[in-house]
C-alpha cells in the first residue's frame, strides 16, 4: 500500500448543509461522539451548498479545531443532491455515509450502518419508521411521493428511505461515474445492485432552523426522481390515446346507426365543445409531459458542470477523484485508475 492509501480514513461522512449556522455545532459534536467510539479513522466532509448565513464560517471554526472536518463551498446554490454528489467525489473513506446536517437523521444510527457494512452489506439504507415534528403535510406528501416512485419506476426504490445510507467504496465509485444532471441519488444507489439492506430509525425533528424543502422544490424533486426513472408519464399518452380512439369509434358507429335507423342525429354544440376543450387539454398536458423529459434531455446536452466549487478546506489540494468538469467518457477512466493504483 502506497503511504497515502494508510492515511486514507476509513469512513467518510458527507453532509450537505445550506443555511444550517445554528445546527453545525451541535451536529459536528454528535457525529464525533458517534465516530469516535466506532474506533475507525474519519472524515466529515461538509458540503456548503451556497448558504447566506454563516455556514460557511462556522465550517471554517469547526475544521480549526478538529482536522477531520473538512469543507467544500459551492459558488452557489446547486440543490441537495448536488451537494451529496460533490461530497461523494471528495470522499475518500472505505465507506461513505450520507446524513443531514440538521440532525433529523441522528447521528448515532451510523453505527448502525457501520455494523450491517462490516457484516459485508455494500448498501445500508436506513428506512424512516416514524417522522417526529413535520406537518401532517410534508409528512403526507412524502408518504404519497415515496408510494408513487415505488409503482411506477423499474429500481425497487425502498419505501420511506431518503438519502440518510452507507455506501461501500465499490458502490461509490460506480456512482461517481454516473454525472447525469437530475440526479435522484437515492433511487441511483439502489439502481446499481450490489448487497443492499436496511436498518430503521425514528426521524427526529429539525435541530433548529427550518425546512429547505419548499412545496417548489419538492414538486422539482419529485420530477427528477420520475423523470429519471420511469417512462410511464410518456406511455400514459399512448394509453390515454387508445382509451379514447376506442370510445370515439364506439360513439361513431352509435351515432351513425341512430341516423340510419331512426332519422335522428345526435345534436348539441356543447357535446363537441366540451369533446374538443377535453382533447385539447389532455394533449396541453402530454406536451408539458414531454417538455419535462426534453428540457432534462437538453439540460445533459450542454453538458455544463454538476456544480462549481469555489473553496476547499482541509482537502491538502487532493481535490476530487472525478473532475467536476464531467464527461461521461472522463469519469470511467478515474476509476479505473484508482483500481491500478490499488494492485
Ligand atoms: N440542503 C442543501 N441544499 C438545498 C436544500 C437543502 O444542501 O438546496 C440540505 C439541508 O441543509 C439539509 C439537507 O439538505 O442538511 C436536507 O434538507 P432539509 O432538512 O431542508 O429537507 P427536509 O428534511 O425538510 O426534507
Ligand atoms: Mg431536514
Redesign the pocket.
Known amino acids: 500500500m502506497t503511504e497515502q492509501a494508510k492515511e486514507r480514513p476509513r469512513i467518510s461522512i458527507v453532509?450537505?448543509?445550506?443555511?444550517?449556522e445554528e445546527v453545525l455545532p451541535e451536529f459536528y459534536r454528535r457525529v464525533r461522539e458517534v465516530m469516535d467510539a466506532l474506533g475507525e479513522s474519519w472524515e466529515l466532509i461538509l458540503?456548503n451548498?451556497g448558504s447566506q448565513d454563516n455556514t460557511l464560517a462556522v465550517m471554517r471554526e469547526l475544521h480549526a479545531k478538529d482536522p477531520r472536518v473538512k469543507v467544500i463551498s459551492f459558488s452557489r446554490?446547486?440543490?441537495?443532491q448536488l451537494?451529496i454528489t460533490a461530497g461523494l467525489d471528495y470522499a475518500q473513506g472505505d465507506a461513505v455515509v450520507i446524513i443531514?446536517?440538521?440532525l433529523?437523521d441522528p447521528p448515532e444510527v451510523i453505527a448502525e450502518l457501520v455494523e450491517k457494512w462490516r457484516e459485508g452489506y455494500d448498501v445500508v439504507y436506513a428506512v424512516r419508521k416514524e417522522r417526529h415534528g413535520?406537518s401532517w403535510f410534508?409528512e403526507w406528501t412524502?408518504k404519497l411521493f415515496y408510494r408513487l416512485i415505488y409503482r411506477i419506476t423499474d429500481v425497487d426504490i425502498p419505501k420511506d428511505t431518503?438519502d440518510f445510507r452507507l455506501m461501500d467504496r465499490k458502490v461509490v465509485n460506480v456512482l461517481r461515474t454516473m454525472r447525469e444532471r437530475s440526479r435522484f441519488m437515492r433511487g441511483l444507489s439502489v439502481w446499481v445492485g450490489f448487497k443492499q439492506t436496511g436498518v430503521f430509525y425514528v426521524r427526529e425533528p429539525?435541530f433548529a432552523g427550518?425546512?429547505?424543502?419548499p412545496l417548489r422544490?419538492m414538486l422539482k424533486f419529485a420530477l427528477d426522481a420520475i423523470t429519471s426513472f420511469s417512462y410511464v408519464p410518456l406511455q400514459l399518452a399512448t394509453y390515454f390515446g387508445f382509451a379514447i380512439a376506442f370510445i370515439s369509434l364506439v360513439a361513431m358507429i352509435v351515432a351513425v346507426y341512430l341516423r340510419l335507423s331512426t332519422g335522428r342525429a345526435l345534436l348539441g354544440q356543447a357535446t363537441t365543445l366540451v369533446a374538443v376543450l377535453f382533447l385539447g387539454g389532455i394533449q396541453l398536458i402530454f406536451l408539458g409531459i414531454i417538455g419535462e423529459y426534453l428540457g432534462r434531455i437538453y439540460d445533459e446536452v450542454k453538458a455544463r458542470p454538476l456544480y462549481i466549487v469555489a473553496e476547499t478546506i482541509g482537502f491538502d489540494d487532493r481535490g476530487p477523484q472525478v473532475r467536476t468538469i464531467p464527461s461521461s467518457v472522463q469519469a470511467p477512466t478515474a476509476v479505473v485508475s484508482e483500481e491500478k493504483e490499488a494492485m
Open positions: 453532509a450537505p448543509a445550506y443555511n444550517e458540503v451548498d446554490n446547486f440543490g441537495h451537494a443531514d446536517a440538521d433529523q413535520e410534508k412524502a431518503g429539525r427550518e425546512t429547505k424543502y422544490k
